[in-house]
T-cell receptor, first 115, second 109 residues
Framework: EPEVTQTPSHQVTQMGQEVILRCVPI?????FYWYRQILGQKVEFLVS????????KSEIFDDQFSVERPDGSNFTLKIRSTKLEDSAMYFC?????????????FGDGTRLSIL | AQRVTQPEKLLSVFKGAPVELKCNYS??????LFWYVQYSRQRLQLLLR??SRESIKGFTADLNKGETSFHLKKPFAQEEDSAMYYC???????????FGQGTTLQVKP
């Protein structure tokens, strides 16, 4: 069964540095998402992406964050200048459509630790 | 505002006992609700969704619009059911998911 893959599994970065989290969605999926989960808290929506542009973003997704799909397969989340509070588990998800009859599939997540 | 509430952080039961994981939601339109499960060291996986009215691994969930609930139930818990369970609501035309806090189900032998 095809899977969403995320790399790296764990990223340790100094505060203020840029970080790029990578995701390879399932190949025939058209909708892509990033979520994050701060330790002990719930999974929170960050951004959705369709047709090469952001379709929706949350309040968390400020100017420090950006997403792109540079080569038609990878889907990346960039944090320009990381802060301590960016430490979290970041999940990528993809879906064939935005409708619930085609549910989202999640990757294993990237644990981001900001020092 | 759209919100999903799972009031219990931890639910601990003995094997063979019935299980009910509570989920309440707040949503202005017609909700589409899901249960996702995360076994130890594994990814979030879809367990079931209200529109398909299915039973997966013995679990069922009924949408009660009057009580705005979507509780997850299983009549006889198994040890392999131990995991983190998330209730989620699909919102808007982008399909984003709004998650509850999650409930850890611990099934003791």
């Amino acid at each position: 069964e095809p899977e969403v893959t995320q790399t790296p599994s764990h990223q340790v970065t100094q505060m203020g540095q840029e970080v790029i989290l990578r995701c390879v969605p399932i190949s025939n999926h058209l909708y892509f998402y990033w979520y994050r989960q701060i330790l002990g808290q719930k999974v929170e929506f960050l951004v959705s992406f369709y047709n090469n542009e952001i379709s929706e973003k949350s309040e968390i997704f400020d100017d420090q964050f950006s997403v792109e799909r540079p080569d038609g397969s990878n889907f990346t989340l960039k944090i320009r200048s990381t802060k301590l509070e960016d430490s979290a588990m970041y999940f990528c998800a993809s879906g064939r459509t935005e409708y619930s009859n085609q549910p989202q599939h999640f990757g294993d997540g990237t644990r981001l630790s900001i020092l | 505002a759209q919100r999903v509430t799972q009031p219990e952080k931890l639910l601990s039961v003995f094997k063979g006992a019935p299980v009910e994981l509570k989920c309440n939601y707040s949503y202005s339109g017609s909700p589409e609700l899901f249960w996702y499960v995360q076994y130890s060291r594994q990814r979030l996986q879809l367990l079931l969704r209200h529109i398909s009215r299915e039973s997966i691994k013995g679990f069922t969930a009924d949408l009660n619009k009057g009580e705005t609930s979507f509780h997850l139930k299983k009549p006889f818990a198994q040890e392999e059911d131990s995991a983190m369970y998330y209730c989620a609501l699909s919102h808007s035309n982008t399909g984003k998911l709004i998650f509850g806090q999650g409930t850890t189900l611990q099934v003791k032998p």
